[in-house]
């Protein structure tokens, strides 16, 4: 059976299309224009996005997108490519590709990139799976993969989709992994260290000053260690991972490189990784020839396709305009204002909300509802609803779980003084409500179309359908 996707069979268009022709007029209502667009326009004012004010999500690094990748991103030229066109008439895209493997591997200091993952929780999995095919290849099947409490969340639940066993340990009093920790975990595993997974900075903010030495113990049992790269956004510049003992690592196009973020997608999580994790990705792989540039399938190794096509490559585009219209002066400066701005915020709200580890902290700064539900009964949950009230979008509440009733503020560098005196304000009033009036909070959200909802019966009996109108219920969901 023929796989060229242009040697298709004869088919009698007009029989098929006869066969699917309706026999009746459908049952459509009958709106006018203006009425079609004033209810998508109401919607569109409804929503809460980054375009309209401050989106203060921990570790989710919500920040502007730039309007010039989005014009780079709709060019007829990259928008209307074809996915399964031949490479002699997709040079440019497949060009645009290979740049942005160069620049991401140079900025993170490891040798190869593939960009095909869709998301920066595809690009773990992807990775584990590159580090499973690898250790295969040296006859080992290790199981143990060591993960910190103060990584990213994602990262136990890719250990367990790709087979592995996640082994979890704690940090060390002032919140970042110890070296000793780490070498007496692996030393109870024995032989079976497949690797280690660690975010870096951490998900307090933190810089993981022992890496060096912990990937050196991870390396002497034969393991390899793997680099969450979703805080990426506070070190650009700074450090590279590869430098300092990261062997394999993802990208969130999202957070670091401005590409959309949210709603479902469109994601892209690419992963860089070291010469002897090569043969192993995913592939076809874009690739510079004396002939132009292709699309290498001749991977004998490799762990197969991870997603359709070559990924999201309207995301690549974006993200390749952000790189090259900044330049690496000005991929240095993010990371300096992101971490002032947090530096800025922590100084400011820390004696309203006390932080969860009273240390210098990088892109986001934790804070703890300990004091506040000890004086007043009010709860992070309280302040996060409140928080929209004032117009703000809750920060990430509850994570990490190593700090009592966190509150995860990431300002990111797009945000100006004002904006974030202007939430130090909000947090302060809040503070004071919760001390005079708590139950204004506790009820809170009070100005949103909806309030505040039964967040926990929802999870337990999530409604997955509709009813249909006239057949016995009503057309909300059902309960």
Not at 184 to 207: H, K, Q, R, S, Y
Not at 315 to 334: C, F, H, K, W
Not at 415 to 422: C, G, K, L, V, Y
């Amino acid at each position: 059976m023929s796989l060229d996707p242009l040697d298709v069979p004869d088919v009698d268009v007009g029989a098929v299309l006869g066969s699917l022709k309706r026999r009746e007029p459908a049952a459509l209502p009958e709106v006018s224009e203006p009425e079609v667009v004033r209810h998508y326009v109401r919607l569109s004012q409804w929503n809460f996005s980054i375009d309209t004010q401050f989106f203060p999500l921990g570790s989710c690094t919500m920040k502007h997108n730039p309007k010039v990748n989005e014009w780079a991103g709709r060019l007829p030229e990259f928008a209307q490519v074809h996915p399964l066109a031949p490479d002699h008439l997709a040079q440019g895209s497949l060009e645009i590709m290979f740049r942005l493997q160069e620049l991401l591997a140079v900025i993170v200091g490891l040798p190869h990139v593939s960009l095909q993952p869709a998301a920066g929780a595809q690009g773990e999995f992807t990775g584990l799976l590159m580090m499973q095919a690898l250790h295969r290849s040296r006859g080992r099947s290790p199981k143990k993969i060591f993960i910190p409490e103060s990584a990213h969340g994602t990262n136990p639940a890719s250990c367990a989709l790709s087979g592995f066993e996640a082994v979890p340990f704690p940090a060390g009093p002032a919140g970042i992994v110890e070296a000793a920790t780490v070498a007496a975990a692996v030393e109870a595993a024995g032989d079976d260290v497949a690797g280690l997974m660690i975010t870096n900075p951490n998900t307090l903010g933190l810089f993981e000053s022992d890496l060096p030495q912990i990937a050196k113990i991870i390396h002497d049992k034969g393991g390899l260690v793997y680099g969450d790269g979703a805080n990426l956004n506070a070190i650009l510049g700074k450090v590279r991972p590869g430098d300092i003992g990261v062997d394999i690592m993802q990208f969130n196009l999202h957070k670091t490189f401005t590409t959309p973020h949210g709603g479902g997608g469109p994601g892209s999580g690419p992963v860089a990784f070291t010469a002897e994790l090569e043969p192993f990705q995913p592939g076809p792989v874009p690739r510079r020839t004396d002939s132009g540039y292709v699309l290498d399938g001749n991977r004998p190794h490799s762990i197969g396709r991870v997603r359709s096509f070559q990924g999201n490559f309207g995301m690549m585009v974006r993200a390749y305009t952000y790189i090259r219209e900044l330049g690496a002066a000005g991929l240095s400066a993010v990371s300096e204002l992101a971490v002032l701005n947090s530096a800025y915020l922590a100084a400011r709200v820390k004696d309203l909300l006390p932080l969860g580890f009273d240390t210098p902290s990088l892109h986001e700064a934790v804070f703890s509802d300990r004091v506040l539900e000890k004086a007043t009964g009010i709860k992070t949950l309280d302040v996060a609803k409140r928080l929209i009230d004032y117009g703000f979008h809750p920060p990430t509440v509850y994570f990490p779980l190593v700090v009592r009733g966190a509150l995860m503020v990431e300002p990111t560098e797009t945000e100006t003084r004002q904006t974030i005196d202007a939430f130090v304000a909000a947090i302060e009033c809040i503070v004071k409500e919760a001390e005079a009036t708590p139950e204004l909070l506790r009820e809170a959200p009070h100005l949103p179309r909806v309030h505040r909802l039964d967040e926990a019966r929802a999870a337990r009996k999530p409604s997955l359908r509709w009813r249909a109108a006239g057949s016995g219920g009503s057309s909300s969901p059902s309960a």
